[in-house]
């Protein structure tokens, strides 16, 4: 394992974080795309639990075009031409909306246009979609 040591700072890296894992202070772990450091010594249970570590460094996942499934914080999604940015944990097996379209769960980055073809009554359509017609 590596150390990397800053003065009076001593980290441990871990890896990834696990379930029914061993923590120390100063460990410092990946989870989904961020790294953090644990504050208090303890057994990792089932979730990862936020009041026992520090966010270090916050990363992002390009996790491709949305569809159903399970969504972390900083998972970043193609929806609709536009790039989304995840900004709670929420998986699509839910009875409400998680597309991007719920402002609770998605933060929009980078609007777009994505090309649709032909315009069929049929289809429902989204802000940024191009259609030919007529």
């Keep these: 394992m590596a150390e990397l040591v800053l003065g009076r700072l001593k980290f441990h890296w871990k890896g ?3 379930p029914s894992t061993a923590f120390i202070k ?3 772990v990946k989870y989904g795309p961020t790294a953090y450091v644990c504050t208090e010594n303890h057994t990792s249970g089932a979730d990862f639990d ?4 520090e966010q270090m460094v916050e990363g992002i996942t390009w996790a491709g075009e949305w569809s159903a499934g399970k969504y972390e914080v900083n998972d970043i999604v193609n929806y609709g031409g536009a ?3 995840c900004i709670a ?3 699509t097996g839910d009875s409400t909306d998680t ?3 719920n402002s609770v769960l ?3 980055l980078v609007g777009g246009l ?3 073809s032909t315009y069929d009554g049929s289809t429902t359509y989204q802000k940024g979609d191009i259609v030919q017609w007529g």
């Design 106 to 108: 998605w933060d929009r």
């Design 83 to 85: 790039i989304y940015v």
């Design 89 to 91: 944990d929420h998986d």
């Design 16 to 18: 990834n974080w696990a």
């Design 50 to 53: 936020f009041t026992k570590f």
């Design 26 to 28: 100063d460990d410092v």
């Design 114 to 116: 994505e090309w649709e």
């Design 99 to 101: 597309s991007p379209n």
